[in-house]
C-alpha cells in the first residue's frame, strides 16, 4: 500500500486525488502548514527537504508531485487518467502534465515571492515585467480551454490533476488570483473542483501520525 507524505494545502493533495480517482488504497501522514505558510520542522523526518509530497511504496522512497503522478499511473494506472504515446494528443498531454510545475508554478511563485519580500512591489524594477509574464499564462491557458473542457482534450487526465491546483487550492489559501478575465480557466476550475474525488482529497485528513 502507497503511504503519503502530506501537507495541507499543498501540491500533495494532486496524489491524493489521484489516488482516490484511481481507487487505490493508501494511508497518509498528515502535516498542517505553519502561520508563515511553511511546512513544520517535522517534515524533515520524512524527506531531507521538509516538503511534501513523498511516497513510500515499499523500499521505494518519491518526491515531487509530478514524479509520484507518472509513478502511480505507470505502476498501477492500468491506462486510466493518461494518454498513450500512440494518440493524437499524446504530446498535449505531456506538455501540460509538465507545465504545470515547469512553467505556470514558477512563475506564480515568482510572483507571489516578490510580493512578500517588497515593501513597494510594483515600485520595483521589473516587476511590471513579472506580472505581465503571469498575464501571458492565463492568456494562452484560456485560450486552450476554449478548445476542449480539457487541457488533453476532451476527457479528464492527470495533466489536469497536475494543472488543477493553482487555480484551485493555490488560488484560495496561498496567492489571490483574479480569474474573473478568464472564464474559460473560472469554468474548468469548477468542473475540477466538482469531482467527487477532488473533493475527498482537500477535505482535512488528520493530525500529524505520532
Known amino acids: 500500500m502507497i503511504k503519503l507524505v502530506h501537507l495541507d494545502r499543498s501540491r500533495s493533495e494532486r496524489v491524493l486525488w489521484l489516488l482516490e480517482e484511481l481507487g487505490l488504497p493508501y494511508e497518509v501522514e498528515a502535516f498542517e502548514?505553519?502561520?508563515?505558510l511553511f511546512a513544520p520542522d517535522a517534515m524533515r523526518k520524512t524527506h531531507t527537504l521538509g516538503r511534501a509530497p513523498v511516497i513510500y511504496d515499499g523500499d521505494v522512497v518519491l518526491a515531487e508531485s509530478g514524479a509520484i503522478v507518472e509513478y502511480i499511473?505507470?505502476?498501477?494506472?492500468?491506462?486510466?487518467?493518461?494518454?498513450?504515446p500512440g494518440a493524437p494528443n499524446f504530446a498535449r498531454y505531456l506538455y501540460w502534465l509538465h507545465y504545470a510545475e515547469g512553467s505556470l508554478?514558477?512563475?506564480l511563485l515568482r510572483e507571489w515571492s516578490l510580493d512578500r519580500m517588497l515593501p513597494d512591489a510594483d515600485a520595483h524594477p521589473g516587476m511590471a515585467r513579472v506580472r505581465a509574464g503571469t498575464l501571458t499564462h492565463l492568456r494562452m491557458i484560456e485560450e486552450e480551454l476554449t478548445r476542449s473542457p480539457y487541457l488533453a482534450g476532451e476527457a479528464f487526465t492527470a495533466a489536469d490533476i497536475m494543472?488543477?491546483?493553482?487555480?484551485?487550492?493555490?488560488?484560495r489559501h496561498v496567492r489571490p488570483l483574479d480569474?474573473?478575465?478568464?472564464?474559460a480557466i473560472?469554468?474548468?476550475?469548477?468542473?475540477?473542483?466538482?469531482r467527487p474525488a477532488f473533493q475527498?482529497?482537500?477535505?482535512?485528513?488528520g493530525p500529524?501520525?505520532?
Open 186 to 194: 473560472s469554468a474548468y476550475a469548477a468542473r475540477l473542483e466538482s
Open 73 to 84: 499511473l505507470a505502476l498501477y494506472g492500468g491506462g486510466r487518467l493518461a494518454v498513450a
Open 33 to 36: 502548514r505553519q502561520p508563515d
Open 179 to 183: 480569474l474573473g478575465p478568464y472564464p
Open 208 to 210: 500529524p501520525a505520532a
Open 163 to 171: 494543472m488543477a491546483y493553482p487555480f484551485t487550492t493555490f488560488r
Open 200 to 205: 475527498k482529497a482537500v477535505r482535512p485528513v
Open 105 to 107: 508554478m514558477l512563475q
